[in-house]
């Protein structure tokens, strides 16, 4: 009996392991502007969609670089990109 719990708690050992690994790496996000493709209408009717809300919370930490790149800086210091993100319930960042 005490052999099966000891397997059993390597097992369960093993699983936290594993997942909170994973759940690290989804966290962290992947700066893509292309994903914020579906938030473009938003910015002419100010209606963002759900999908554009979250692709929005997802690309959150990548604003900064978004408002400091030269070529996407236009289209995110937008007035209304600030209105969708507050739609959104976005926090803008202070960069």
Request: aromatic share 6%; glycine share 4%.
């Amino acid at each position: 009996m005490q052999r099966f719990s000891f397997v059993a708690l390597c097992a369960v050992a093993l699983a936290v392991v594993l997942f909170s690994g994973e759940t690290r790496m989804a966290e962290a996000a992947v700066c893509d502007p292309k994903q914020l493709s579906p938030c473009v209408p938003a910015l002419v009717t100010v209606a963002p969609s759900a999908e554009c809300c979250g692709k929005l919370k997802e690309q959150q930490p990548c604003l900064c670089g978004y408002i400091k790149d030269p070529a996407l800086g236009q289209f995110v210091k937008n007035p209304n990109a600030k209105k969708v993100a507050a739609i959104c319930k976005v926090p803008w960042p202070q960069c």
